[in-house]
T-cell receptor, first 114, second 114 residues
Framework: QKEVEQNSGPLSVPEGAIASLNCTYS??????FFWYRQYSGKSPELIMS????GDKEDGRFTAQLNKASQYVSLLIRDSQPSDSATYLC??????????????FGGGTRVLVKP | NAGVTQTPKFQVLKTGQSMTLQCAQD?????MYWYRQDPGMGLRLIYY???????DKGEVPNGYNVSRLNKREFSLRLESAAPSQTSVYFC?????????????FGPGTRLTVL
């Protein structure tokens, strides 16, 4: 069983609408989560990280973490065509004295239609 | 400040050939990682190095070797390439952020094994 699960999509949203992406995880010990955005043919870039239960807002992005239910979500408000990309959810596992292993979900492809 | 750099950007190999993928970071990060990304599979960790002088296996290490040459450089070697190793390879490095580390990715190497 994959440790981090995402719906592969595509999630199609009209321009200006809210895109809602979900991610579930199995490791109850995970303390923090990351959302990466990946444009086609490019590398993942970090857009949000969240460590605590509740919401974290950064511009048009809001990340939500619910540790009891083991899910994390990402909301994109006022979606723009430039938001069309694959969004990867990742949760870390601490390794030895430093660093962490990130377990990635398969990604959700988002298409924002003008 | 170039961040994480990878060479080459593209490579085509024949089955059985060997090659080394190079990765360097100029952010003074202790930890470095190698991932592969296949369609629908998300990112999977091949090897990581929590600090200079140490390396450990990730989720899919078979058929690969790594060398942490110094703090900046972390290379990935395919000794005898197989078609199953056709993939996009990403190197990443990480720095402590809050409770965990934040990973930053290089531009990737697209490898085709015929």
């Amino acid at each position: 069983q994959k440790e981090v699960e995402q719906n592969s999509g595509p999630l199609s949203v009209p321009e200006g609408a809210i895109a809602s992406l979900n991610c579930t995880y199995s490791d109850r010990g995970s303390q923090s989560f990351f959302w990466y955005r990946q444009y086609s043919g490019k590398s993942p870039e970090l857009i949000m990280s969240i460590y605590s239960n509740g919401d974290k807002e950064d511009g048009r992005f809001t990340a939500q973490l619910n540790k009891a239910s083991q899910y994390v979500s990402l909301l994109i408000r006022d979606s723009q065509p430039s938001d069309s990309a694959t969004y990867l959810c990742a949760g870390p596992t601490m390794i030895k004295a430093a660093g962490n292993k990130l377990t990635f979900g398969g990604g959700t492809r988002v298409l924002v239609k003008p | 400040n170039a961040g994480v750099t990878q060479t080459p950007k593209f490579q085509v190999l024949k089955t059985g050939q060997s090659m080394t993928l190079q990765c360097a970071q100029d952010m003074n990060h202790n930890s470095m990682y190698w991932y592969r990304q296949d369609p629908g599979m998300g990112l999977r960790l091949i090897y990581y190095s929590a600090s200079e002088g140490t390396t450990d296996k990730g989720e899919v290490p078979n058929g690969y070797n790594v060398s942490r040459l110094n703090k900046r450089e972390f290379s990935l070697r395919l000794e005898s390439a197989a078609p199953s190793q056709t993939s996009v390879y990403f190197c990443a490095s990480s720095a402590p952020t809050g409770f965990t580390d934040t990973q930053y990715f290089g531009p990737g190497t697209r490898l085709t094994v015929l």
